[in-house]
C-alpha cells in the first residue's frame, strides 16, 4: 500500500541520498553493476560493525557487574583477544571503505581520501588504545598483566600467561 514505511524511506533516500552524494559522484550518469570490491567492502563493513555491536554489549554488561565496580578486569570473549575489540572494528569499518572506493574509481581520483584517510583513522584509534591503557593502569590492577599478554587492538590469540611459562620451566 502507498505510504508505509517503505515508501517513505524510498523517498528520503532518492532525495537526501543523491544530493549527498552529488559531489562525491561528480557528473556519474552511470551506475555499474557490483563487483568483488563491492562484496569486499561490504563483508569488511558488515563485520566491523558486528564487532563493534557485539564488544560493546560484552563491554556494556560487565560494568553492571560488582566485579567491574571492584576493579576487576573484563577478559571474556572479544576481550579476551583484544583490548579494545570496539576500537577494532572502528578501525576495520574504515578500511572497509577503501574497496568501495576502488570499486568505483575514486582511489585514482582521491587518493588522500581514500587511503590517507583511513590510515590516519585507524592511527587516531590505536593512540587511543594507548590512552585507556594509561588509564586503566592507575585505576585496575593487574591490568599490567593485560597489556603483557593481549593484543591492543587487532584480535589475536592471548599470550601464554608467564606464571604458566615458569611453572613450565619448573618441571
Same mark, same amino acid.
Given at each position: ?45 558488515? @563485520? ?33 583477544? @583484544? ?20 570499486? @568505483? ?22 593512540? @587511543? ?43
Amino acid at each position: 500500500m502507498y505510504g508505509g514505511t517503505e515508501d517513505y524511506l524510498e523517498k528520503f533516500l532518492r532525495l537526501h541520498g543523491r544530493s549527498s552524494l552529488r559531489p562525491l559522484l561528480g557528473h556519474c550518469t552511470t551506475v555499474a553493476a557490483l563487483g568483488i570490491w563491492d562484496l569486499l567492502g561490504l563483508i569488511g563493513a558488515l @563485520s566491523a560493525v558486528t564487532v563493534e555491536l557485539v564488544a560493546d554489549r560484552q563491554l556494556r554488561n560487565y560494568r553492571e557487574t560488582d566485579d567491574y565496580h571492584r576493579g576487576g578486569i573484563f577478559r571474556r570473549g572479544l576481550w579476551k583477544y @583484544s583490548r579494545h575489540p570496539n576500537y577494532f572494528g572502528e578501525s576495520l569499518f574504515w578500511v572497509s571503505m577503501v574497496p568501495f572506493a576502488v570499486s @568505483s574509481g575514486m582511489l585514482s581520483r582521491h587518493v588522500a581520501l581514500v587511503v590517507v584517510g583511513p590510515a590516519l583513522m585507524a592511527l587516531f584509534f590505536r593512540f @587511543s588504545c594507548r590512552l585507556m591503557d594509561l588509564r586503566s593502569l592507575q585505576h585496575r590492577p593487574g591490568y599490567q598483566q593485560v597489556i603483557d599478554e593481549v593484543s591492543a587492538m587487532v584480535p589475536w590469540r592471548p599470550k601464554r600467561k608467564q606464571y604458566e611459562v615458569q611453572k613450565e620451566s619448573v618441571h
